[in-house]
């Protein structure tokens, strides 16, 4: 084999998957088609739970400081304040919610902090131009270079060719009367505290928001045409009615179309998809980063131990039915930026297999505090770790959700999957507050 995983595309599921890798000590190659990293905000919220994600990966200082918290909201008429708020107004940190609202952050930064804490470099204008598969591995071609690897990750994108070249369908729609005008643009006349927006309709929607660390702001419209500098700046020249709130320049420009999608499929033999690749969906909500983000935290561990791979599509699929549905009731709502809650902050997402009262199996472990210190940095590693609390151990997998509760139940859980044991921590954690 020339390396353990091959992943393809270098977003944030590409480059989580690929540090995750890393701190295993499993040889991967991730490679991107393009000639260098993505330049544009297609996202900028990140969620709690992906937060908590790099905290455990040890990026998330970096990401802290390259961000902002509790933007305020602004709707105009003209130059008129007609309603200012915090989407976030009274989320703050708790012991057991360290991150307690989504964060503004450009998508490029994130990848860049990724590509800065990896071992080894991403290879860019390497696109793969075909692989097939058989029991023993995955044999790809990467520009004209043949690649043997024991499994490949597709973190590609909306059009994935991993994905086609699989077969794979991607049910779903495409609405076409949905769409919207983005990009990174230079804009004089504006202060960066707030999140400004215009429109009284729809049609003629208009939003300019700072991307922390740049100076640049996100533009987003309703409209259609192909992306230009012309069109952006007649567009905030009109539906502001300022004319001092001027578009000097666009860094990135693209026109997005609504498609909901996913595959009906998330593993074919020794190939996976990720991210973009398995499921698409409304912008509204923030969401599309952080579940490719969390697919690949899903699926690291399972990769590193050769184990429980099945698990992979039995997990994150129903997340993904439940993404599309959420963030198009979100879409639909005509309130856009009103609804938020633990589902879209990511915290409330679980793998219970079944209900009941208080923490489970398959539930997110809360931070807190012990003797021993901080929950999220006793479970920081590529570890299972045992809890042992005053009122009983707690077993937590890898990516931070509850394995099993109680001794009986941990130790039928390892003897359900030996391999598990030998990635295995104990921590005495006397007193929890």
């Not at 390396?3 to 890393?22: E, H, K, M, R, Y």
């Not at 991403?122 to 071609?141: C, H, I, K, R």
């Not at 997005?256 to 509204?284: K, Q």
């Not at 030996?418 to 921590?425: D, G, K, N, S, Y």
């Amino acid at each position: 084999m020339d390396t353990q995983v091959l992943i393809i595309g270098a977003g944030p599921t590409g480059l989580t998957l690929a540090l995750d890798l890393s701190r295993r000590g499993v040889p991967f190659r991730i490679v991107d088609a393009s000639a260098a990293p993505f330049a544009g905000s297609r996202g900028k919220g990140l969620q709690p739970r992906s937060m908590e994600v790099f905290h455990d990966l040890g990026v998330i200082e970096p990401i802290l400081a390259s961000g902002r918290f509790h933007m305020k909201m602004r709707v105009y008429n003209g130059r008129e304040v007609l309603r200012e708020w915090d989407v976030h107004e009274g989320r703050h940190p708790t012991t057991d919610r360290p991150y307690a609202s989504t964060m503004l952050i450009p998508q490029f930064r994130v990848e860049q902090i990724l590509r800065d804490a990896l071992p080894q470099p991403v290879e860019y204008g390497m696109p793969l131009t075909s692989f097939v598969q058989d029991d023993n591995g995955v044999t790809a071609v990467i520009g004209s270079e043949p690649v043997r690897a024991k499994y490949l990750v597709g973190c590609d994108g909306g059009k994935s060719f991993v994905r086609k070249h699989l077969g794979v369908q991607f049910v779903g729609e495409t609405h076409e009367d949905k769409q919207m005008l983005v990009g990174d643009v230079r804009v004089s006349g504006l202060d960066r505290e707030h999140w400004h927006s215009w429109g009284g309709g729809i049609d003629k929607w208009l939003a300019l928001c700072p991307l922390p660390g740049t100076d640049l702001f996100q533009f987003q419209s309703t409209g259609e045409g192909e992306p230009s500098f012309e069109l952006y700046r007649r567009i905030v020249r009109e539906r502001t009615g300022l004319d001092d709130v001027v578009l000097h320049d666009a860094t990135w420009m693209s026109l997005y179309r609504t498609n909901i999608r996913m595959v009906d499929r998330f593993r074919v033999g020794r190939v996976f998809l990720a991210g973009d690749a398995a499921h698409v969906h409304s912008p509204a909500g923030a969401q599309g980063m952080n579940t490719g983000i969390q697919d690949a935290y899903n699926l690291g561990w399972k990769l590193g131990m050769e184990t429980l791979l099945d698990t992979y599509e039995a997990e994150r699929k129903p997340v993904a039915e439940w993404l599309l549905g959420m963030t198009t009731r979100i879409m639909t709502s005509g309130k856009p930026f009103e609804q938020r809650d633990d589902e879209t902050l990511q915290l409330s997402l679980s793998y219970r297999t079944s209900d009941g009262p208080g923490l489970q199996p398959g539930d997110r472990m809360p931070d807190g505090h012990t003797d021993q210190g901080r929950v999220f940095d006793l479970l920081r590693g590529p570890d299972f770790v045992t809890l042992d609390f005053p009122d009983g151990p707690v077993l937590v997998r890898p990516d931070g959700y509850v394995a099993a509760i109680g001794r009986s139940a941990i130790d039928a859980y390892f003897g359900a999957n030996p391999v598990t044991q030998l990635h295995h921590r104990r921590v005495a954690a006397r007193s929890a507050a």
